[in-house]
């Protein structure tokens, strides 16, 4: 290996050319993961005083095994041997793991305790200022919640896993997190917050679990974050009456998805208001797409359902596109949400397209975790006690590094536009990361963006 610093002085062009970006001092990787450490350093050790390897070592390399995308933990246990350098620089990890010994001190770490690094990041996007370009209707940030599947198997589980029985007889054993990010209806970026693990008590339907988790992830949030003004987004399965109660009394605002069949008897009172005149119906054409206008109807204060007719009144809001084509009109893209939020003509776009930004926990979120390098769904390991948990909160930590950066950083969007992808940049990050005695992320980023011919290494361009 040689080292990449000494390699920078040696070819000073290339240095100075490093130098045209400038990395912001609180919004980059390298200071994030020093925050991250601090934080991780104050985790109680459960383990004896003269245990050989620092917990707060063991919760790091779990994080850098996400950072990394790291496929397995084995991938992740190679590099003890072969690029241990590279830790002890970029992450800050002086005595690196085996995979069985991680397992083992990770699985007796209880997850609450890993929530500090998730507040530390968040005021540092409040410090540089970050967050007001998330926020819409009146300075409110928009967060999604829900629910997706993390583990599934016939053959391995855990007692505290979810079970059900498939019709062929076998038991199937799967984990579900409930998760919630920042998102914002003209930004791909999403900020991921601490997310929270559905487990076998929650409940015994779907439903009741994903409740009970969603319940406990508010609680968490409001406690942490009690004063900031935020609006709930989420799918149909929230638009109920228990839910609504419970984000009005965590002073949370609400745009819920609510569709037809679960929602009968208020579709059929705005029908009849829309009958006698009480309804407002909108035609607005699409700023950005000439054959589109979007449609809307929407009524202030009717009664979710039959039962809280008296007691819980919300704002309905109907939208719908109208494509034209040749003359002929189509209708896409047909969606309807419950608020609190008064709905006036002046609004009614922007609560249309906070509301479709919902998805954005699907796409950005999920999707991204699933598919783009990070392996959620990939088991790394359930233990016995709150393995999977901790494996699931040092990925979401990892996850929201790389959110901030790609928001923040220009350093990183610089390397990541040299690349036709995000798999990409993780791939070469791992490759620089194994070439060289990288001293920071940021070294690793600079040659990623300005890549230069190194003479003994045939794997740089």
Not at 151 to 179: F, P, W
Request: aromatic content about 8%.
């Amino acid at each position: 290996m040689s080292t990449l610093k000494n390699f920078v002085h040696r070819n000073r062009k290339a240095a100075q050319t490093l130098d045209k970006i400038k990395m912001r001092s609180h919004l980059n990787a390298d200071a994030l993961f020093a925050l991250i450490r601090e934080d991780l350093q104050r985790v109680p050790d459960h383990r004896a005083a003269n245990a050989s390897i620092p917990l707060d070592d063991a919760l790091m390399s779990g994080f850098a095994m996400f950072s990394l995308k790291d496929p397995s933990l084995l991938a992740f246990d190679e590099r003890r041997f072969e690029q241990p350098e590279s830790l002890h620089g970029v992450f800050g990890v002086r005595v690196i793991p085996s995979d069985t010994q991680m397992r083992a001190i990770l699985d007796e770490i209880i997850p609450t305790l890993l929530r500090k690094p998730f507040r530390t990041i968040f005021h540092q996007l409040q410090r540089g200022k970050a967050l007001p370009k998330m926020t819409c209707l009146g300075g409110h940030l928009l967060m999604a919640i829900d629910g997706t599947g993390i583990h599934s198997s016939e053959n391995i589980g855990a007692d505290y896993c979810l079970t059900k029985e498939r019709r062929n007889g076998a038991i199937e054993y799967h984990l579900q997190m409930v998760a919630g990010a920042f998102v914002s209806p003209g930004c791909k970026a999403v900020f991921p917050l601490c997310p929270e693990l559905i487990r076998r008590q929650d409940g015994s339907t779907k439903n009741d679990c994903e409740r009970n988790a969603v319940r406990r992830f508010i609680d968490d949030f409001r406690r942490e974050h009690p004063h900031l003004k935020v609006i709930v987004t989420e799918d149909g399965l929230s638009s109920n009456a228990p839910h609504i109660k419970d984000l009005m009394a965590h002073d949370l605002r609400y745009i819920l998805s609510a569709k037809p069949g679960d929602h009968t008897y208020m579709f059929s009172q705005v029908d009849a208001a829309a009958e006698r005149g009480e309804v407002t119906e909108l035609m607005l054409p699409d700023s950005s797409k000439a054959n589109t206008t979007h449609c809307f109807r929407f009524i202030n204060s009717v009664p979710l359902n039959k039962a809280s007719e008296g007691e819980l009144q919300v704002n309905f809001l109907e939208h719908w596109e109208v494509e034209t084509k040749g003359g002929v009109m189509m209708v896409r893209n047909r969606f309807s949400w419950v608020t609190d939020l008064e709905i006036t003509p002046d609004n009614v776009m922007e609560i249309m397209r906070c509301g479709r930004a919902r998805w954005r926990i699907e796409n950005e979120t999920f999707n991204t975790l699933k598919n783009q390098g990070y392996n959620l769904g990939h088991n790394y390991g359930l233990g016995k006690k709150h393995l999977s948990a901790v494996f699931m909160h040092l990925m979401l930590l990892a996850f929201l590094v790389d959110q901030v950066q790609q928001f923040c950083c220009p350093l990183f969007q610089a390397a990541k536009a040299k690349l036709s992808s995000n798999r990409a940049l993780w791939e070469r990050m791992r490759n620089y990361f194994h070439t060289f005695t990288a001293p920071s992320m940021e070294t690793i980023l600079r040659m990623i963006a300005y890549g230069f011919e190194h003479p003994h290494c045939p794997t740089f361009d």
